[in-house]
């Protein structure tokens, strides 16, 4: 099994960009799709990127999704940041037997 | 519209069994490739996924708790059962029910609001 590692938290300013990254321990990160899950305080999570950068409907167009082959890594990237996008961001992927959490990342706005 | 939602108690003793029910709407269980997971968060820490069963009854369970889990379903009451035994303080954390590919989407597209289980004695 494969961990997925996240840095613990980000902070920018209204109107700008944060991008959060999400490393696979092991395996390739384009074997298995990634998602990304938001979770503002006292709430449930809800999905925002599935299939690595697809949006689900909802989902602005400042929230993009990629991998990165060369650094084994996914990121979550969000522009224009709003207060709203203030939250804990979760990547997560299946590798066929388990469904793997990152430790979260707290985005501060 | 999806919608789920987990019930059962929110303090149980050391060594009890704990059981959720998850109660869902807005899609069936019968339906080719879809599942209801069970991923549950202790606080303060990240999501760790549990258990998720498939419409076709097949049942995953994560390595580290597979020998304490049962996860069943109903179908036509919509509603999914998790069992746990042999609770441990370690165990505190809140607990959510989610659907997979319900939408046809292969993640855990909706949530339920979570339960909080405290294992205290």
């Known amino acids: 099994n494969f961990m997925l590692t996240q840095p613990h938290s980000v902070s920018e300013s209204p109107g700008k960009t944060v991008t959060i990254s999400c490393t696979r321990s092991?395996?390739?990160?384009?074997?298995?799709?990634v998602q990304w899950y938001q979770q503002r305080p006292g709430s449930s999570p809800t999905l925002v990127i599935y299939e690595d950068d697809q949006r689900p409907s909802g989902v602005p167009g400042r929230f993009y999704g990629s991998i990165d082959r060369s650094s084994n890594s996914a990121s979550l990237t969000i522009s224009g940041l709003r207060p709203e996008d203030e939250a804990v961001y979760y990547c997560q992927a299946y590798d066929g037997t388990i469904w793997v959490f990152g430790g979260g990342t707290e985005v501060t706005v | 519209q999806i919608t789920l939602k987990e019930s059962g108690p929110t303090l149980v003793k050391p060594a009890q069994t704990l059981t959720l029910t998850c109660t869902f709407s807005g899609f069936s269980l019968s339906t080719s490739g879809v599942g209801v997971g069970w991923i549950r968060q202790p606080p303060g820490k990240t999501l760790e996924w549990v258990a998720l069963?498939?419409?076709?009854?097949?049942?995953r369970y994560s390595p580290s708790l597979k020998n304490r889990l049962t996860v069943t379903k109903d179908t036509s009451k919509n509603r999914v059962v998790l069992t746990m035994t042999n609770m441990d303080p370690e165990d505190t954390a809140t607990y959510y029910c989610?659907?997979?590919?319900?939408?046809?989407?292969?993640?855990?597209?909706?949530w339920g609001p979570g339960t909080m289980v405290t294992v205290s004695s």
């Open positions: 989610a659907d997979y590919y319900a939408s046809g989407v292969d993640a855990f597209d909706f």
């Open positions: 092991s395996g390739s990160i384009a074997s298995n799709f």
């Open positions: 069963i498939y419409w076709d009854d097949d049942v």
